[in-house]
């Protein structure tokens, strides 16, 4: 098992590496000019001096290196000053925004809490919310309840959560008048009335966001339940004389749970994805509308951080299912 | 000697086509979506000839309006009728959806088939899949329609550069889920027998995949064809609604989504329509797709 993690940690490094060039020749490869917006009355040298001030001056190789040593060295020492107070990182340049002429990272870290909030809480509601559901579906299969369902999943897949975002300020801020519907990132939580308007102004956006997450890992729980419910191991379990109670939440929700936590674990990049379309519903002041306003004002440095971390994330959480995989089951042996 | 002709079987034979047919109409939800998915295209692509308004004509003395019978779904902020839009948004996104999905079904399956059947090729082949579903799709959409829609424009025209920056974009995104599952069936028919057979008879290689491999592996491409129009049609949704999609002049269902949300407290319900046009397309063709996996499987089918 260890070999295998060491293995597949190995190899997720020319992954990482050939996303980040991806990225960077996209960007390179593009013709537009972050130099358009500067007024025609600038003469030409200045603008050429500002062009070498943003980093511009060398060719594409340097500038490549130059961002994988900021991104993968610089960075991680900022953060080890940050929390032992060493001076590791001093002097030494970081990625810089040039929308806000601030180290990237420090806008990130800004706009992060936003989105893990929201993010976060909403796929534990939404698989919180699946796995009964899954469950009782396949113990009552072709039921009603399992038909309902259904439809329903089947609706959670089928509406964009730019449609959903929309109709439920409609129905719950402007017809019903019950949550704001503009997410107010400065808000700070220090007693109960503020805790209670922070758990109003994230119920619309968390609720969006978990009617997604809800339908996918319902039909995977439900499917993994019926895959188990006619083993032969639950026969003798019922043989035994186990009360139903016991056998379906322990003997096979036990086993029906291994490719559903992989599932969890691989749909957990796909939610951050999810979230720049509802940030954007939601005004969330997230790192997804970081994203857009960075792609707006022509921000490579940004764009070029921000999309790698969103590649970051969907690759580490691959090799967590991976791993995870193999240590729940052990009939699955990697070696 | 008649008695010999009465045991001749006298059922007339039955095509592969019709007992899917007849498995395919037990689904409900499928025969319903596909319904559905027909009216909203014929409407679409047929609505414009019969409707007497035009997309794009400004009426700027009738802006705002509720439903009537005149405009049975209001105005807009410029007096243009809803319905009208919506007809010309939905030849847009279907379009866009048609086109993506057969791009990336194209490659899904050149590259299933070709990693499948070739041995040397499996590994490389299956390798690229993997990176490429390490990529974030959205964040590089937008960065993609962000980097190439002022060059592609001025070359072929504003709406058709966009058009295909936009099928081109998702095609190239969206064919790995197809890749591996014709990849996983292609290498499980090559074990079979009828294949030893044609082998053994010399069939060449080519004549192999055209008449014994890909006749076999056109049911998960049929599956994954509808689950990718699905897929496509609310891909360039998200992008037009994110602003980042067609021009704003241009109507498509995710636009006119998007420019609704603006005078979300005035008119709250001019979300509504090209929301719903969204959503019911996209569910009546995942039930189309639901019970075309049903009706291709010859274990299920006859039950």
């Not at chain 1, 440095?301 to 999309?307: F, R, Y």
């Not at chain 2, 490429?132 to 424009?153: G, K, T, W, Y």
């Amino acid at each position: 098992m260890l070999t295998f993690t060491i293995r597949r940690l190995i190899l997720a490094i020319p992954t990482l590496l050939f996303i980040s060039l991806v990225i960077f020749l996209l960007l390179e490869l593009a013709p537009g000019d972050p130099m358009a917006q500067v007024p025609l009355t600038v003469p030409p040298e200045v603008k050429e001096k500002m062009r070498l001030a943003l980093g511009l001056g060398e060719p594409g190789y340097i500038r490549f290196w130059k961002w994988l040593v900021q991104f993968f060295w610089i960075e991680p020492q900022v953060l080890i000053d940050h929390y032992f107070g060493t001076t590791f990182s001093e002097g030494k340049l970081r990625v810089i925004s040039w929308q806000h002429r601030a180290p990237v990272m420090d806008v990130v870290v800004q706009r992060l809490p936003q989105t893990l909030w929201v993010v976060g809480m909403s796929y534990v509601v939404g698989v919180l919310i699946a796995l009964p559901i899954g469950i009782y579906s396949a113990y009552r299969q072709y039921s009603m309840f399992d038909q309902a369902g259904t439809f329903i999943t089947m609706i959670g897949y089928s509406i964009p959560p730019f449609f959903t975002g929309p109709l439920v300020i409609v129905i719950f801020s402007v017809q019903l008048g019950w949550f704001p519907f503009i997410y107010d990132t400065t808000h700070v939580v220090n007693d109960w009335d503020s805790f209670i308007y922070q758990l109003r102004q994230m119920i619309m956006p968390v609720m969006v966001l978990a009617l997604q997450t809800t339908a996918q890992i319902s039909r995977y729980m439900r499917a993994s339940m019926l895959d188990n419910l006619n083993q032969d191991y639950v026969r003798t379990a019922r043989a035994k004389g186990l009360s139903e109670r016991v056998v379906v939440l322990v003997h096979v929700l036990r086993n029906s749970m291994i490719p559903v936590v992989t599932v969890i674990a691989l749909g957990l990049p796909a939610i951050f994805g999810g979230a720049i379309i509802t940030e954007q519903v939601f005004s969330v002041n997230g790192i997804g509308a970081q994203l857009i306003g960075a792609i707006q004002a022509n921000d490579l440095p940004t764009v070029q951080t921000l999309t790698f971390m969103f590649a970051f994330l969907i690759v580490f959480f691959n090799l967590i299912a991976d791993v995870l995989y193999g240590i729940l089951d052990p009939r699955i042996r990697y070696d | 000697m008649t008695d010999m002709s009465n045991m001749e079987p006298t059922k007339p034979e039955r095509s592969q086509w019709v007992d899917v047919w007849d498995q395919f109409k037990h689904h409900k939800g499928a025969l319903l979506g596909g319904i559905i998915f027909i009216v909203i295209v014929v409407g679409v692509f047929l609505g414009p000839l019969v409707w007497p308004y035009d997309a794009q004509f400004i009426d700027i003395r009738a802006r705002n309006q509720g439903p009537s019978w005149a405009h049975p779904f209001g105005t807009d902020q410029l007096g243009r009728d809803t319905l009208a839009r919506m007809m010309a948004g939905g030849q847009t996104s279907i379009a866009v959806g048609l086109t993506a999905m057969l791009l990336a079904l194209g490659l899904g399956s050149l590259v299933g088939i070709t990693a499948g059947f070739f041995k040397r090729l499996d590994g490389p082949l299956m390798r690229i899949t993997d990176l490429f579903l390490a990529l974030p799709i959205l964040p590089l959409l937008l960065v993609m329609m962000l980097l190439f829609r002022e060059p592609l424009s001025g070359a072929v025209g504003p709406e058709r550069g966009i058009f295909i920056l936009i099928v081109v974009a998702i095609g190239v995104t969206s064919w790995m889920p197809t890749a591996r599952i014709v990849r996983g069936d292609v290498l499980a028919l090559k074990e079979r027998e009828f294949i030893l057979a044609a082998r053994s008879i010399g069939t060449s290689n080519t004549n192999m995949i055209k008449r014994h491999i890909l006749p076999n592996v056109l049911s998960p491409i049929m599956v994954s064809a509808t689950l990718g129009i699905a897929n496509a049609i609310i891909t360039e949704s998200a992008l037009s609604f994110l602003g980042l999609g067609f021009p704003p002049d241009f109507p498509t269902w995710g636009r006119l989504l998007n420019d609704a949300t603006q005078y979300l407290q005035d008119y709250p319900e001019r979300v509504f329509w090209p929301g719903l046009a969204i959503s019911l397309t996209v569910l009546s063709v995942n039930y189309l797709g639901d019970g075309l996996r049903d009706a291709l499987d010859p274990r299920i089918r006859g039950r």
